[in-house]
C-alpha cells in the first residue's frame, strides 16, 4: 500500500497535475510529527512540506470552501472533514479524488471518487 500512495504522490508532483487540501497537510503533520513509529522532526517536516506539499497545495481555507463543503455534509451526509477533502477536490477541479476512505466510484460534481487500493 505504501508503495501505491508513494506512486500517486510522486507523480502528481511531476506532472504538476495534482493537488492536495489544506485538511490533508493538516492531518499528514498530526500523524507524522506525533504518530509515526519514527516521529519526523521539525526540520524534516519542513523539507517535506516544501518538496512534496507547497507544488500540491493549490486549494486554501476559504469562506468559499467552508460553503461548499457545507452543502457537501449536507447533501451527501459525509463527515465534516471528508467533506472539507471534497469540496477542496472540487474547487481543485479535481477529476479524481483518491481516497480509501469514501466510496469507490462516488461522484460529487465532476469529482469521482477512485480506491488506489481496490
Not at 522532526?41 to 497545495?57: K, M, N, S
Request: hydrophobic share 45%; aromatic share 10%; proline share 3%.
Amino acid at each position: 500500500m505504501q508503495e501505491k500512495q508513494r506512486e500517486l504522490i510522486a507523480e502528481a508532483v511531476k506532472s504538476r497535475q495534482g493537488a492536495v487540501s489544506y485538511q490533508i497537510v493538516q492531518e499528514f503533520l498530526h500523524l507524522a510529527l506525533r504518530r509515526f513509529a519514527s516521529p519526523l522532526t521539525i526540520v524534516e517536516a519542513e523539507q517535506y512540506l516544501g518538496t512534496i506539499f507547497r507544488p500540491l497545495l493549490i486549494v486554501h481555507s476559504s469562506l468559499a470552501l467552508y460553503a461548499q463543503a457545507l452543502h457537501v455534509h449536507g447533501r451527501y451526509r459525509l463527515s465534516w472533514y471528508d467533506s472539507l477533502i471534497v469540496a477542496a477536490a472540487m474547487e481543485g477541479g479535481c477529476d479524481i479524488l483518491y481516497s480509501e476512505d469514501l466510496q469507490d466510484g462516488q461522484k460529487f460534481g465532476a469529482t469521482r471518487v477512485r480506491n488506489p487500493f481496490v
